[in-house]
């Protein structure tokens, strides 16, 4: 077995490739995590952020590349001696038991004394914040959240280094998504655990990592903080990928050109809503094009307008003053900074 | 996604899959296509009186005989039987889900009773009401002394009885279709103006219309395969023409074994084509409602008065076809032999002795002697040939149950982890199917007839008690098709990720099945358990392919019981005794039932609240107790 310097991460996948038959899943995945870090895999579906996952807890041997836990390969390793937790998708509960067995589960498996597990059973209950009642009660009696929490006690309960959690927020409605997002990421921090996330929603993403790898058709296209994914994106893919943003159009790219930016013509240029503004007093190197306010939508903290360049309709976000108010049809300026844009090269993909 | 990539090590898991395979392809070729093939070859392979081959000598003799009577008999049958089961199934269940009909309930009850007794049971049930010397005909007869006694038997007889015999499908199925329907379609229509005859015949029905094929196609075959009834009521079908061409020798017939593989295999043809026009229906789907908050069903109430008494008599009228052989079964059980044997009823002549004890009856001889035949009167449970009968079932019905529950399990456990492979496995299982239980009965008798059967250690299954085993594989391998199709459903309700959460807490392959899946099919595979218990302890088909001093089964017992009958002297309460049988056949059936529609179908939560419950009743019984002791030692 080999073994890496101790300086190595928590977590290192190096040159991983998974193939299912002919179709290549995974290409090259090399990611390193920190002990403690909270990671997150994002990408649309198929992009192979699951796959890299099972990859991790070893449900799926990778065709190439090895598996690195605190230095110590473990590639060849059975699942069930990695020591890495998972919380499933669906929280794949065990509905003929109770919340109690669900949780102590793993440790009987490891023929563990009674006492000892109702011990730990109890103190990892109280740390997710389940009662002694709940506890005894089947899981399908249990709350969406409160079934979340049983999924991370039994997850935890048997002390992994690593803990996995393949979109554990998915199957909820949004309300209850937010107010657990807000919880897993104080019970993360509690417990201090090297935490790996899946999920294809952003915002998720954004809210709760320390740093996320973008993935796409089986590559990673950019790892880093969730400030250098959103402002300073570093593919095509990711820009489009994470948040909203306006593409600019050749023509307002041109006239960007005449008033003295310095962008190139033949490359994609884009811009975050939040980046452009309307009837925004003049500013140096800011540069304005006139428009006509299409359309406003109402979001209460901000408003989104759709104003008309003539070539294109970009979008802007606003902070609701409560005065700078504009109307449907209203005729407005745009200010736009070359600093706040960004270029590509046109890909083959972005083309197509 | 599975873990596809895993590679396997060569482990026990490989070794016991080996075994595994090679033992379903034993079950397979040695117990479902090798007997039936030889079968078909018999046709072909009959010798004429110089002892030559003629391979078209049965089929000439088809064409040329009377051969053909039973088949156009079976298909005159079946096709009036879908007519009548669908008109009376429709019936029922629409009174009692659709139309608002008073006592809808008790309706309910009713027309469910076939459910706990059918086949021959039911048929002796009809049979002690409408038969010559039944209570109705002998009413009849006071009243009319010209009447026809005879008139129930036959060809009329026999749909009269299977025509309520087959509505329990329509009850089970047709009646969760029509729960099934989005109520607020039938509020759109009638919003839209259509009066609620026209909702019901286009929107209502067309929904149904899936279910009602496959029902019609069921009946069909059920027609088709029919036994009990024809043999009863005497009527000349394929079924019981098979099994006594079967008992019969070339020295009393022509050819009658290949007679009647010829049949079996006609039948076969027509359960295969019927069966495949089925499934492609069922491929092109059901009609599901497209509505995300589907309203329940409200019933329907008859507008026109008319319409309404008329709707409520016809309801009525059915409840008491369906309720009064299920009566009267339940009154003479208790009632003595004379009363029985008079199909009357009087204040008096109560007793138990047709379900215990035993008494000797008193007679004068014609020699003017006074002779006393022990125990001429005897109950079931003391009765030896009855008793041995329920016996018999019993243990045969309960080996092949859950021999064909865990065959399924395991099958469905591999099926489900490797599909295509698995897919082979699942059609090897459902292939009895496609045949008719009476070709895999009499491929059985026939094949296994022999000491030269080498997969079977060259003993001959026909003999002696051996045909137990014969009627165990039997029963097993016609139980398989049935348990797969069920049990694989219960296996959809296992999440993949259930197994690999297992596997990442550490457990094993065997422990995960035991510990995760098995508790989560249990219920299911229980029911299956059950219903395939319940369909083999009074299974009429199969025991009369097999009947023989060795295997003779309750539903032989019944039937002698009907013969025994006039025999006065020595088994005087045979009537009686077969009445207190059904009724303990009913009681059998109501309660598995119950415990697998009512006790089983509970999830844990349920069984939670109700533990819970009960121990708050125990507790509030404990504590008004020790308060009661408390006061009682204050008091002292």
């Known amino acids: ?352 | 996604m599975t873990n596809t990539l895993k590679r396997k090590p060569i482990d026990a898991t490989n070794a016991f899959r080996l075994i595994g395979g090679l033992f379903f392809a034993y079950l397979f070729f040695g117990f479902m296509l090798v007997p039936c093939l030889d079968t078909l070859t018999s046709i072909f392979t009959t010798k004429d009186a110089n002892g030559n081959v003629d391979p078209f000598a049965v089929i000439r003799f088809f064409l040329a005989g009377n051969m053909g009577k039973f088949v156009l008999n079976s298909l005159k049958l079946a096709v009036l039987l879908v007519i009548t089961v669908n008109v009376v199934g429709i019936s029922i269940v629409l009174l009692t889900e659709y139309f608002d009909i008073k006592g809808a309930k008790i309706l309910r009850l009713g027309y469910m009773t076939t459910m706990i007794y059918s086949g021959v049971a039911l048929v002796t049930g009809y049979m002690f009401l409408y038969a010559g010397d039944g209570i109705l005909t002998t009413a009849l007869r006071e009243s009319f002394p010209g009447i026809d006694t005879s008139w129930f038997s036959g060809f009329n007889a026999v749909l009269f009885t299977m025509t309520f015999a087959c509505t329990s499908n329509h009850m089970l199925f047709l009646r969760n279709a029509i729960r099934g329907i989005d109520y607020n379609t039938v509020e759109a229509a009638r919003n839209m103006g259509a009066s609620p005859f026209k909702v019901l015949f286009k929107v209502v029905f067309p929904t149904l219309l899936p279910t009602l094929f496959s029902l019609t196609v069921m009946t069909f075959i059920t027609g088709l395969c029919a036994m009990s009834a024809p043999t009863l009521l005497g009527y000349d079908s394929i079924n019981p023409e098979i099994v006594r061409l079967a008992g019969s020798s070339t020295a009393d017939e022509a050819f009658p074994q290949a007679r009647a593989a010829l049949l079996s295999i006609i039948l076969a043809m027509f359960t295969i084509i019927l069966l495949t026009v089925l499934s492609r229906y069922e491929r092109k789907g059901h009609y599901l409602s497209v509505s995300k908050t589907k309203a329940k069903l409200q019933k329907q109430k008859i507008t026109n008065p008319v319409a309404n008494v008329l709707a409520h008599i016809y309801a009525y009228v059915l409840f008491i076809i369906y309720m009064t052989p299920v009566v009267m079964i339940v009154i003479f059980s208790f009632r003595s032999w004379e009363s029985v044997k008079a199909r009357k009823l009087t204040s008096g002549g109560w007793t138990l002795i047709n379900y215990f004890g035993s008494q000797d009856y008193q007679y004068t001889a014609s020699s003017g002697k006074i002779k006393v035949r022990e125990g001429a009167i005897s109950g079931m449970f003391s009765n030896k040939d009855t008793l041995g009968g329920i016996q018999t079932s019993f243990v045969l019905s309960v080996l092949a149950a859950a021999i064909a529950c865990v065959i399924v399990v395991v099958a469905c456990n591999y099926i489900f982890k490797h599909k295509k492979k698995g897919l082979v496995l699942e059609y090897a299982l459902l292939f009895p199917w496609l045949l008719p239980t009476i070709l895999i009965c009499y491929s059985y008798r026939i094949f296994f007839n022999s000491n030269s059967v080498w997969y079977v250690f060259n003993q001959n299954l026909y003999y002696e008690d051996r045909v137990r085993i014969l009627i165990v594989l039997a029963y097993m391998v016609v139980k398989l098709p049935f348990s797969l199709r069920m049990i694989k459903a219960s296996f959809y309700a296992i999440d993949d990720e259930l197994e690999d959460a297992a596997k990442n807490l550490g457990s094993g392959p065997l422990k995960t099945f035991l510990r995760v899946k098995l508790p989560i099919i249990l219920p299911s595979v229980l029911a299956v358990f059950a219903l395939n218990f319940n369909a083999l302890f009074t299974e009429y088909d199969m025991s009369a392919t097999f009947n023989s001093a060795h295997g003779r089964t309750y539903a032989m017992v019944i039937q002698s019981m009907v013969r025994d009958e006039g025999l006065s002297y020595t088994n005087l309460n045979a009537s009686g005794r077969r009445c207190a049988s059904t009724v303990f056949i009913m009681i059998v059936s109501g309660l598995i039932l119950y415990l697998v529609y009512g006790v089983g179908a509970r999830d844990l939560s349920e069984r939670l609240a109700i533990r819970d419950r009960r121990r708050k009743r125990i507790d509030k019984l404990k504590k008004a107790f020790s308060g009661k002791d408390k006061k009682a030692e204050a008091e002292g």
């Open chain 1, 1 to 352: 077995m080999e073994r890496l310097k101790d300086t190595e991460p928590m977590i290192k996948l190096k040159d991983i490739v998974v193939k299912f038959g002919d179709f290549t899943a995974l290409h090259d995945i090399n990611i390193e995590v920190r002990e403690g870090e909270f990671f997150t895999f994002l990408g649309p579906s198929g992009c192979g952020k699951t796959t890299t996952l099972r990859t991790l807890t070893g449900f799926i041997d990778p065709a190439e590349g090895r598996v690195f836990v605190r230095g110590e390969d473990i590639t060849d390793v059975p699942i069930e001696k990695r020591n890495i937790g998972i919380v499933f998708q669906s929280y794949a509960l065990f509905p003929t038991m109770t919340v109690y067995d669900n949780i102590a589960f793993g440790l009987k498996v490891k023929k563990m004394k009674k006492s000892e597990i109702d011990q730990k059973v109890r103190t990892i209950a109280k740390k997710v914040d389940l009662s002694d009642e709940q506890l005894k009660k089947a899981v399908s009696q249990l709350s969406g959240g409160q079934q979340q929490r049983v999924a991370i006690a039994r997850a935890l309960v048997t002390e992994p280094a690593i803990i996995c959690l393949d979109e554990p927020l998915s199957n909820l409605d949004a309300k209850l998504r937010v107010q657990l997002r807000e919880e897993l990421k104080k019970m993360q921090r509690e417990f201090g655990i090297t935490s790996i996330y899946v999920t294809h929603d952003q915002e998720e993403a954004l809210t709760l990592s320390d740093r996320i790898a973008v993935f796409n058709k089986g590559v990673i296209e950019q790892i880093g903080t969730p400030n250098d994914i959103y402002n300073h994106s570093k593919t095509e893919f990711v820009c489009n990928f994470i948040g909203d943003i306006n593409r600019l159009s050749e023509d307002i790219v041109t006239l960007l050109c005449l008033r003295g930016a310095d962008l190139d013509t033949s490359w994609h240029h884009y811009v975050r809503l939040e980046r452009i503004h309307v009837n925004e007093p003049e500013r140096n190197g800011v540069l304005t094009v006139k428009g006509k306010v299409a359309s406003r939508e109402y979001y209460g903290l901000y408003i989104k307008y759709y104003v008309d360049l003539g070539s294109q309709l970009v979008k802007v976000m606003e902070r609701n003053d409560g005065v700078h108010i504009y109307d449907e049809g209203d005729e407005v300026t745009i200010n736009i900074d070359p600093a706040d844009l960004m270029s590509y090269p046109p890909t083959e993909e972005a083309e197509a």
